[in-house]
């Protein structure tokens, strides 16, 4: 099992920056994908971006230029940096880890976008 931890959410003025954070409790050469998905109120979840464990990123086409995926081995912990702010980026949003054919999710964090 991987147990996943995230934190970094809060309420920002659209322009502004955010960054997210999920640690997980492997390292993260054992996991296959880590990613990020958000769901807003009404909405299905959604892939905002993921990273494989040979480091090939894939981003969502919204947040293509404005967001940035990462890992640091060393923490077990991938990153979600967030540029350029939009109120429709408001969301909970998550970290995804894939282990050996399932999938592991995080509790979630909060971030919302001020118009």
């Known amino acids: 099992q991987v147990q996943l931890v995230e934190s970094g959410g809060g309420l920002v003025e659209a322009g502004g920056s955010l960054r997210l954070s999920c640690a997980a409790s492997?390292?993260?050469?054992?996991?296959?994908?880590m990613g990020w998905y958000r769901q807003a109120p009404g909405k299905q979840r959604e892939l905002v971006a993921d990273?494989?464990?040979?480091?090939?990123?894939n981003y969502a086409d919204s947040v293509k230029g404005r967001f940035t995926i990462s890992r640091d081995i060393a923490k077990n912990t991938v990153y979600l940096q967030m540029n350029s702010l939009k109120p429709e980026d408001t969301a909970v949003y998550y970290c995804?880890?894939?282990?050996?054919?399932?999938?592991?999710w995080g509790q979630g964090t909060q971030v919302t976008v001020s118009s």
């Open positions: 492997r390292s993260l050469f054992s996991i296959n994908v």
């Open positions: 990273s494989t464990r040979g480091g090939t990123a």
């Open positions: 995804r880890g894939s282990y050996f054919g399932s999938d592991y």
